[in-house]
């Protein structure tokens, strides 16, 4: 079985921000506050 080829980008600071759009409206829906309704993710990384 083949491993798929992993590479590491450049040094840097990296973010990544992941929604689940549960009701495949296309956005992110959240609270009058802002706070999300749906399931989200959001990571920041220094390397």
Same mark, same amino acid.
């Given at each position: 079985?083949? @491993?798929? %080829?992993?590479?590491?980008? %450049?040094?840097?600071?990296? %973010?990544?921000?992941? +929604?689940? &759009? @549960?009701?495949?409206? $296309?956005?992110? &829906?959240?609270?009058?506050? $802002? +706070?999300?309704? @749906?399931?989200?993710?959001?990571?920041?990384?220094? $390397?």
């Amino acid at each position: 079985m083949n @491993e798929p %080829a992993r590479s590491r980008g %450049a040094p840097g600071t990296y %973010a990544l921000a992941v +929604i689940h &759009d @549960e009701n495949m409206n $296309g956005k992110l &829906d959240t609270q009058w506050l $802002g +706070i999300p309704t @749906e399931g989200a993710a959001f990571q920041r990384c220094q $390397g």
